[in-house]
């Protein structure tokens, strides 16, 4: 049903006005008490061997939404209501910004991926913070918070720029996630060497602590694809030396090449960050590399390139506690968590682990030992 609806409708509409209409559709739905129960009812089944303690938080599930598809926080419970495990609004940065102009999201569809350059267009950390601090939520889920740079902020400044953020918005948050791999802010991808990030970590673990005295916000830090083998190491080494609850692997990639896209070339030239199964084999790479440097000192959340339950799967195999999506939404629609959750379910019941957390980082230790 919804890829009949995607091809005669969405396809066929700008791809960011097509976010905005079901984006308002979502949210409609969540505010309406016997519509939302029922779709919850059937899009968000529960599976008891799913529960996931991560963080110091429970889940009802490993599966979450990443952050970019709801920026502003405006559709938290309507996420929730689809299945989402828990829900990474964001990215969010200290001052309001509209962002780069249109047209400035783009769909490969033959390749299951989008490109965005969106700018994190965003309506600022203080109206952001004022809308968590009002709201009443209707499903019980996670929040993370992601927070980037102000695009007018000069590299110089970066840090002041996240600590204001992170004063504002820790207070509302499960957790907190320091965004610096993003392609579509000039400079924020040199902010990921070390010798830039750990004062900027450092900082906003202290403005942290100091906005939310009574509980320990994790931490955690979102890095590219395209970073070279040894600065992936070098990350993982710096968030074991700073006590860094996580690390999110990967954000969009900036390449082209070796990645087999079939899509018009016009298309895939486009400037931005690609998303989607394209990234699939190289985020797993990097996930791999960072849970045989961290192993279970460091929580790890993957992403990029998950399109189903197989997908997730292997991200738990690799060293993953949580597992995040969001391009292949955009094509498989509402009924996406669902199959996930029952694909997970069914291949948890098939193998030798007697808990999720028993198959975290499986594939990584066996190949240690092999």
């Known amino acids: 049903m919804y890829a009949l609806l995607f091809r005669l409708v969405f396809r066929r509409m700008d791809p960011e006005r097509a ?6 559709w979502i949210r409609l739905a969540a505010r309406v008490p016997v519509l939302r129960t029922y779709a919850a009812a059937v899009l968000a089944p529960r599976y008891p061997q799913l529960r996931t303690e991560a963080l110091g938080l ?4 490993p599966f979450g939404l990443a952050a970019g598809f709801d920026k502003n926080a405006v559709a938290i419970d309507g996420m929730a209501m ?10 969010v940065t200290a001052r309001p910004q509209p962002g780069n102009p249109p047209t400035r999201l783009f769909r490969l569809v033959r390749d299951r991926a989008l490109i965005n350059r969106m700018g994190f267009n965003n309506d600022g ?3 952001v913070a004022a809308r968590l601090g009002a709201r009443r939520p209707v499903f019980r889920t996670a929040v993370g918070v992601n927070i980037g740079k102000t695009k007018a902020v000069p590299e110089s400044e970066a ?13 509302h948050a499960d957790y907190l996630v320091v965004n610096v791999s993003s392609p579509n802010t000039p400079g924020l991808r040199d902010l990921q060497a070390v010798g830039h990030l750990r004062p900027l970590l450092t900082a906003v673990r202290e403005a942290a602590d100091r906005a939310v005295p009574d509980r320990r916000v994790p931490l955690l830090v979102k890095i590219a694809p395209d970073l070279a083998d040894e600065d992936v190491d070098a990350v993982a080494d710096l968030a074991v030396e700073l006590g860094l609850d996580g690390i999110i692997a990967t954000n969009t990639t900036v390449a082209r090449d070796g990645l087999g896209l079939s899509s018009p070339p016009a298309l895939t030239a486009e400037t931005g960050g690609l998303s989607g199964a394209p990234l699939k084999e190289r985020s797993l790479e990097v996930l791999r590399r960072l849970y045989a440097r961290v192993g279970d000192r460091v929580t790890l959340v993957g992403v990029g390139g998950v399109q189903d339950a197989e997908d997730a799967w292997q991200r ?7 597992v995040q999506g969001y391009s292949a939404f955009i094509y498989e629609g509402p009924f996406w968590c669902r199959a996930l959750h029952k694909g997970l379910a069914a291949r948890l019941a098939a193998g030798p682990y007697a808990t999720l957390a028993d198959a975290v980082g499986a594939d990584v230790r066996k190949a240690a030992t092999a």
């Open 19 to 24: 976010h905005r209409l079901a984006f308002r």
């Open 58 to 61: 429970r889940m009802h599930g």
């Open 82 to 91: 689809l299945g989402f495990d828990h829900v990474e609004i964001g990215t």
């Open 125 to 127: 950390s203080a109206a």
């Open 159 to 171: 840090v002041a720029d996240y600590v204001t953020s992170a004063e504002r918005l820790a207070p």
């Open 316 to 322: 738990i195999l690799a060293g993953a506690t949580l």
